[in-house]
């Protein structure tokens, strides 16, 4: 009887625990998906820049200077030294 009481309230906080978690991960799912993303917007923003003989490296700096966007590459499968 005392070991079925123990499965029991054993039973009972793990099924606490994943409602809790079951509820979260419903809220962050909503939260998420009734946010408007504006990423798109950056894309279709007219830029006018003027480089020449500049590392890519150097030409990328400065379009995240003046779009307020950050580029992430990896520089294996970029050479960003090359002019």
Do not use: P, W
């Amino acid at each position: 009887m005392k070991k079925n009481r123990q499965c029991s309230g054993l039973l009972l906080t793990i099924m606490k625990i994943s409602f809790y978690q079951i509820v979260l991960a419903i809220t962050f799912v909503a939260v998420s998906k009734a946010h408007d993303g504006m990423a798109q917007d950056f894309l279709n923003k007219s830029l006018t820049l003027k480089a020449e003989d500049v590392k890519l490296r150097v030409a990328l700096s400065q379009i995240e200077h003046l779009t307020n966007v950050q580029f992430v590459y990896s520089s294996k499968s970029i050479e960003v030294n090359k002019k």
